[in-house]
């Protein structure tokens, strides 16, 4: 036997649809029930669901809606439920695979019992608290950069405007510069840096969907952090760390080295954002501009130390 309650989770509330797989292989709604989204609600469901006798474990799915599904997954969690989380997307293909046309969240709630009952799915665990500051940090970069480059372009019609004020166009400018100064303050973080790579991880496995990914990389910290890790094993992606304190193994020190050289050396930058937008540039447009001194330069050619030529020259 099987019993899996398909959730729909919206702002407010909580469709739920139980459905059982009995001895002989048959599957049949057991009960459907309609829920709040809080912590009432909550109770509620985990009373409704535990009614009855000689039940089988529960397997609660429901969809990644946005952030309403996490408190409920949470609290289950905690209360010994076993979750499992889907992307809407593979839900919605599902309900496709089976030609179900009509949307309503009845319908849906019977469409994710399914789902849940014919498949075996990864148990959802949740994430580290380092690992939900970490997405909120990038979420929020995300946003202000968004609204950086708005009030850019609200400030440029405004000063080009015929009818423009003084004092609106300082608002205006200090709006920026607030921005400005938010975006610098997160981006030199370490949560950020550890983020980059995340989301760096995340698009190599997108790219690469059926194929073993294996990263060579050095040994800065964030990227031995639990929240890199976690994000490393659930994208099936090997890292493999170079030894300490070993630049000549890595290709990239040759490009910092590089990158100092034509942008950092005898230039002095009148604020650190400037000193960040160059940066930007160059990355943005190195290959372009650089590319036969790149191609020189990022080879695999490689400093290796042997034991006789470092005994024979260091020895005493």
């Avoid at 179900?100 to 319908?107: C, H, I, W, Y």
């Avoid at 921005?179 to 610098?184: A, K, S």
């Avoid at 997160?186 to 983020?195: G, H, L, M, Q, R």
Wanted: neutral net charge; contains cysteine.
């Amino acid at each position: 036997m099987k019993l899996v309650a398909g959730i729909d989770v919206s702002k407010d509330g909580l469709e739920v649809c139980m459905k059982e797989r009995t001895l002989e292989g048959k599957v049949k709604i057991k009960r459907t029930h309609s829920f709040t989204n809080d912590n009432k609600g909550f109770q509620s469901l985990l009373e409704w669901s535990n009614r009855g006798r000689d039940l089988p474990p529960l397997t609660c799915v429901m969809e990644a809606t946005g952030s309403y599904y996490e408190e409920l997954a949470y609290f289950l969690y905690d209360h010994g439920q076993e979750v499992c989380v889907m992307l809407a997307n593979k839900v919605k293909h599902y309900a496709k695979s089976l030609n179900v046309k009509t949307k309503t969240d009845r319908v849906d709630t019977g469409v994710i019992a399914d789902f849940g009952m014919e498949r075996s799915h990864q148990r959802w665990e949740p994430m580290s608290a380092e690992y939900r500051l970490l997405r909120d940090l990038c979420r929020e970069l995300l946003s202000m950069k968004k609204e950086l480059s708005r009030a850019k372009c609200q400030l440029h019609a405004k000063t080009c405007s015929i009818s423009k004020h003084g004092e609106v166009v300082s608002i205006k400018s200090e709006q920026i510069k607030f921005y400005e100064d938010v975006i610098l303050r997160v981006e030199y973080t370490t949560f950020i840096d550890a983020v980059a790579v995340m989301e760096f991880f995340r698009q190599l496995r997108e790219d690469y969907v059926d194929k073993p990914v294996k990263i060579v990389l050095d040994n800065a910290r964030y990227q031995h952090c639990k929240a890199v890790m976690e994000v490393v094993q659930s994208l099936n992606i090997e890292l493999l760390f170079l030894p300490p304190y070993s630049p000549n193994l890595n290709i990239i020190e040759r490009l910092w080295k590089f990158t100092k050289k034509k942008i950092l050396y005898g230039t002095y930058y009148e604020t650190p954002l400037k000193f960040h937008d160059t940066v930007k540039d160059f990355f943005e447009t190195v290959n372009a501009k650089y590319k036969p001194e790149l191609e020189a330069l990022l080879t695999l050619n490689f400093q290796f130390f042997e034991e006789d030529d470092y005994a024979q020259n260091y020895a005493a």
